[in-house]
């Protein structure tokens, strides 16, 4: 699917164009297109008519999912420079969006990643010019689910975040809400710890992805699939340095690997290893 995007720069702006396949999970005879580009205020309107949407069609209990906000909260909300709407159009029907939200310091980072315990902003790490873009916002309407488009969205949420210079990405999700894992495992995040959320007292995921790598597990092989349900014990791996790496929908599990990437204890160990690399590759080139 991705391979059949294609991606314009039209006054600045990116725009990615492709085919959506399926509506209502029926196949179509011939494939729908749809767009994607930044959102701004003249698009207040429809994403509060399409937050209503989401909301509606949420199950009992899936509520903690996303927020519901009118047109009057998105008018306001592009008044804040750091945070950026992104849009899915069928036409010029808005069926799907999200947003970046900047954080460049411990503070910004609280409110979108809650509890979080690891320290991006350590100095140690990108040598301390650290900036997150957090993700969120992922709504798509029922009816184009099955198209990959939160796949799609976070993909280029991801080269929104490279252009404005930022060394990670993160986001939640609410542990009840498995079927958003799954998105953001294509994208090479890592289900790094767990967390509960302050606003409703639920269970959350913390996701990310270093921008400077596409993996950061350790050498060894061992891969554990843990059922998702199982929350005490994804906690216990996770506190043994493992992290979330899959999620298997027909058998509704993760599946975890080891790393050291987020061992607070590691940052100085990491810089003398890069140090000693940096000396030994000089030392070979003389």
Request: hydrophobic share 30%; proline share 3%; aromatic share 12%.
């Amino acid at each position: 699917m991705f391979s059949e995007l294609k991606k314009y720069e039209v006054n600045g702006t990116n725009v990615w164009i492709g085919k959506l396949y399926k509506v209502n999970n029926i196949k179509q005879e011939k494939p729908i297109n749809f767009h994607i580009r930044p959102l701004n205020k003249k698009d207040a309107e429809q994403m509060g008519k399409l937050s209503e949407s989401i909301y509606h069609y949420l199950k009992n209990g899936e509520e903690c999912f996303i927020h519901k906000h009118t047109k009057e909260y998105f008018y306001e909300v592009f008044n804040d420079h750091k945070i950026k709407y992104i849009g899915v159009f069928v036409g010029e029907k808005l069926v799907g969006m999200s947003y970046i939200r900047l954080c460049e310091n411990q503070k910004d980072l609280q409110e979108e990643l809650p509890n979080c315990e690891y320290d991006f902003f350590h100095n140690l790490r990108n040598n301390g010019k650290n900036k997150i873009a957090s993700m969120g916002g992922d709504s798509v309407l029922p009816m184009y689910r099955g198209n990959s488009l939160n796949t799609i969205m976070i993909n280029y949420r991801i080269e929104q975040a490279k252009k404005l210079g930022c060394t990670d990405c993160t986001s939640i999700v609410d542990r009840k809400n498995r079927w958003n894992m799954g998105p953001y495992f294509a994208c090479n995040f890592n289900l790094f710890s767990t967390a509960v959320d302050p606003s409703d007292g639920g269970k959350i995921s913390l996701l990310h992805k270093p921008m400077d790598k596409e993996s950061v597990l350790s050498c060894f092989k061992p891969r554990i699939s843990i059922p998702y349900e199982r929350l005490e014990v994804i906690d216990y791996m996770i506190s043994k340095g493992f992290v979330g790496i899959d999620f298997d929908k027909e058998k509704g599990s993760v599946l975890f690997a080891h790393t050291q990437y987020y061992n607070q204890q590691n940052y100085q160990s990491h810089k003398n290893y890069q140090m000693w690399e940096i000396k030994r590759r000089f030392a070979k080139a003389l």
